[in-house]
């Protein structure tokens, strides 16, 4: 069974870089896409992105250029950099995995996919304040 | 973007109560929807996929349908730990979205 822990600062100052990490245990790591979610306070979950264990990524336009998302193998951990960041930032940061399902829909269209976030991590809060 | 509408956004009940949330999707989205529960200070817990299929471990009484762009979760009868709050994501294309939430709380 797949578990997630983040960890990082709790703390970042304006402009600077926000970095998490993700911790990945159990089996099933290369069947995998690992997301990074956010979720200011009070507000609704955002999804950042997500990277597969062969370093494809796919991120949410809404963060443009800020985000990079990365697997580290040889660690088993993900890690989230978001550069420049703001007080919109300050936020509880998910990680979360979702499982590669082969689909093959009534069109005839098949291949592989990533499916909903079926394991999440506690979450950790980052306050983004000088 | 895709955008995902829930109604309501509050919903007060009681124990014992049928309870169904809306969920519609500014595009078609086929069947790739998942819902889920979330607790305050809590991660998201996953409860559907696939706009219906029943995640392993979540009660019976909770279920699901649609397809398209009209999804319905429904809690055949509420039970004190199903006060929460209530997501749809989808993930049939990219960037995946979320609802704004639906909670559900005591009457």
């Known amino acids: 069974q797949v578990q997630l822990q983040e960890s990082g600062p709790g703390l970042v100052k304006p402009s600077e870089t926000l970095s998490l990490t993700c911790a990945v245990s159990g089996d099933s790591i290369s069947n995998y896409y690992w997301s990074w979610i956010r979720q200011p306070p009070g507000k609704a979950l955002e999804w950042i992105g997500h990277v597969y264990h062969s370093g494809g990524t796919k991120y949410n336009p809404f963060f443009e250029s800020r985000v990079t998302i990365s697997f580290d193998t040889s660690k088993n951990q993900f890690a989230l950099k978001v550069s420049s960041v703001t007080g919109a930032d300050t936020a509880v940061y998910f990680c979360?995995?979702?499982?590669?399902?082969?689909?093959?829909?009534?069109?005839?269209?098949?291949?592989?996919?990533?499916?909903?976030?079926?394991?999440w991590g506690r979450g950790t809060t980052v306050t983004v304040s000088s | 973007d895709i955008q995902m509408t829930q109604s309501p956004s509050t919903l007060s009940t009681s124990v014992g109560d049928r309870v169904t949330i809306t969920c519609r999707a500014s595009?078609?989205?086929?069947?790739?929807l998942a819902w889920y529960q979330q607790k305050p200070g809590k991660a998201p817990k996953l409860l559907i996929y696939?706009?219906?299929s029943l995640e392993s471990g979540v009660p019976s009484r909770f279920s699901a349908s649609g397809s398209g762009t009209e999804f319905t979760l429904t809690i055949s009868s509420l039970q004190p730990d199903d006060f929460a709050t209530y997501y749809c994501?989808?993930?049939?294309?990219?960037?995946?979205?979320f609802g704004q939430g639906t909670k559900v709380e005591v009457k």
């Open positions: 595009q078609r989205i086929s069947s790739w």
């Open positions: 696939e706009a219906s």
């Open positions: 994501q989808q993930y049939n294309t990219y960037p995946w979205t």
């Open positions: 979360a995995g979702s499982p590669r399902r082969f689909y093959y829909d009534t069109s005839g269209e098949h291949g592989y996919m990533a499916s909903s976030m079926d394991v």
